[in-house]
């Protein structure tokens, strides 16, 4: 039997792709802890020296949208700024339309190697799952 902690990852084989499980008390720590995952499974390292702040803004119609645009995100400030982050300050907020709005600010650094490179984050069988008082989702990267 597997013990489940408050919130952690794993990956899971697949196919073609990388599949990775993330859980977590709410919507805020379930996109940390999916970026943390993210980053592990592709073997993402930061460079020592100076660290580097980045806010973002992000809006979606629901949580599995939000969830691959700030996973979106992540890699796109990887691929192009060269930057990775460790440490998160997630708020998540339901607008009166229903969107919802996450506002991050990130600390990292620039990166020193990344051992796998993940292309993309898709929505194959994506769906955040409620269970037992946690968030849980099944995400599937593109390699």
């Known amino acids: 039997m597997k013990t489940m902690l408050p919130a952690g990852y794993c ?5 073609a792709d990388w599949e990775l499980e993330a859980w977590a008390p709410d919507l805020p720590a ?3 802890t999916a970026a943390r995952g993210m980053y592990a499974i592709s073997g993402t390292r930061l ?15 629901d949580a599995e949208s939000l969830l691959v645009k700030f996973l979106g995100e992540l890699l796109w400030l990887a691929q192009q700024d060269g930057l990775a982050f460790d440490t998160f300050d997630l708020d998540v907020q339901t607008g009166p339309d229903g969107m919802l709005a996450l506002y991050a600010v990130l600390d990292g650094a620039p990166l020193a190697g990344c051992e796998k490179e993940i292309k993309a984050v898709t ?8 269970q037992a008082g946690r968030l849980e989702v099944n995400i599937v990267f593109d390699v």
Do not use: M
């Open 123 to 130: 929505y194959h069988n994506l769906a955040i799952r409620s």
């Open 47 to 61: 460079a020592a020296g100076p660290r580097q702040a980045q806010s973002l803004a992000l809006n979606a119609p």
């Open 11 to 15: 990956e899971h084989a697949h196919t």
């Open 30 to 32: 379930l996109l940390e």
